[in-house]
């Protein structure tokens, strides 16, 4: 029998904090059995390779080096999935997407040009802060799947973050026929980093359907 897997960007904050809390979660039997992968770059510094701040980012007019989101879905769907799915049982029908901060700007991403690709998003506290409208102006194509996509936004999140976030959930709310199922929610007392946890949990019980 095949498992759904999760794969959390930022994998090396992410994975050791989440996989961690999966497991207790596990213990307590509020989700099943998952595959959790950490997609990491091995380094925190842009100078020793971690391009997160392009890879995982739509077109900027505020920064000439974002905007690789594209590229890096499709080594997504070419390159890491195939490699987890030949190598693992983990089922090609059954994906979730984790991302927090610029992260979670790369679920709504995903969500927005490729849907299809995931059973659920998660995007948690998402940093849309350099290129709202081109989330706000994004024109998606008709659902072609059942997939679930959950947004949170911190309560104390930073205002640069939060106000974008708000606009975000304002326009895909009013949406007539968004392309997914959507729960877009404010968590209380949550910052922009320690949100994640919470995140991860709401979200995975919703898109299983155990909340």
Do not use: C
Request: hydrophobic share 40%; no cysteine.
């Amino acid at each position: 029998m095949n498992n759904l897997a999760v794969y959390l960007l930022d994998g090396g904050a992410t994975f050791p904090m989440l996989a961690g809390y999966y497991h207790y979660l596990r213990l307590e039997e509020a989700v099943p059995d998952l595959i959790v992968v950490g997609i990491s770059y091995g380094s925190d510094s842009f100078e020793q390779g971690n391009y997160r701040s392009t890879d995982y980012t739509a077109p900027s007019a505020e920064r000439d080096y974002w905007g690789g989101a594209g590229d890096f879905l499709r080594v997504l769907e070419r390159e890491v999935f195939p490699l987890v799915e030949g190598s693992y049982r983990a089922d090609p029908r059954q994906r979730i997407l984790f991302g927090q901060s610029i992260g979670g700007q790369f679920v709504l991403f995903a969500a927005l040009n490729r849907p299809e690709l995931f059973s659920g998003l998660i995007a948690s506290n998402p940093a849309l802060h350099r290129n709202l409208q081109y989330f706000l102006d994004f024109e998606a194509g008709p659902r072609q799947r059942a997939t679930r996509l959950f947004v949170s936004s911190g309560s104390e999140d930073d205002p640069r973050f939060r106000e974008p976030a708000l606009a975000w959930m304002k326009k895909w709310r009013a949406a007539p026929r968004p392309p997914w199922d959507l729960r877009a929610v404010t968590i209380d007392g949550y910052g922009h980093f320690s949100i994640a946890p919470e995140s991860f949990r709401r979200g995975l019980l919703w898109i299983l359907g155990a909340e």
